[in-house]
């Protein structure tokens, strides 16, 4: 490893800056409103979020199902999340601002997700990190899981990040 790259577990987030991504996120995404994604976490390392279930989200009708949409969307917008707190991570040097400005280039190249049990619940939590970030493209690892913190999918993402 480069002398000059540090521990990102050892960065504290301005509230200023997560307050930005949740703004990002939560608001200036609207399609992450119509998901009801409500950001719990944003360390460097990992990301967490909260989806409320409602009747707007069901996919299977008979059995009260979270659609699979919604599953893939989250995982795809905690993905790009978990980027945004490594990058923002790595660049400590500069103003929260700044950090946050860096995201307008991001976007996803590649999403897989594995439903691995059918997503029932009355609310559901998403985690997020980010197991490489290169110059141009990151790459992460996310988790949707229920109330009782079972795993029902998972997802890796690519995304470019210049």
Do not use: C
């Not at 009747?55 to 993905?79: C, K, P, Q, T, W």
């Not at 990190?129 to 990151?138: C, K, P």
């Amino acid at each position: 490893m480069p002398s000059h790259s540090h521990k990102t577990t050892d960065v504290v987030f301005e509230d200023e800056f997560v307050a930005g991504l949740k703004k990002v996120f939560e608001e200036m995404i609207v399609f992450n409103q119509l998901l009801g994604l409500k950001i719990t976490s944003v360390k460097p390392e990992r990301v967490t979020a909260r989806i409320n279930m409602r009747n707007e989200l069901v996919g299977h009708f008979a059995y009260n199902r979270i659609h699979g949409g919604v599953i893939s969307a989250g995982l795809d917008a905690m993905g790009g999340l978990a980027v945004m707190a490594a990058i923002g991570a790595r660049h400590m040097d500069e103003s929260p601002t700044q950090r946050l400005q860096r995201f307008t280039k991001l976007g996803t190249i590649d999403l897989r997700v594995d439903y691995l049990r059918p997503g029932i619940g009355d609310h559901f939590e998403l985690r997020a990190e980010v197991m490489r970030l290169g110059s141009r493209v990151a790459s992460t690892r996310m988790e949707f899981l229920g109330p009782d913190g079972k795993l029902m999918s998972t997802g890796a993402a690519a995304y470019i990040v210049s």
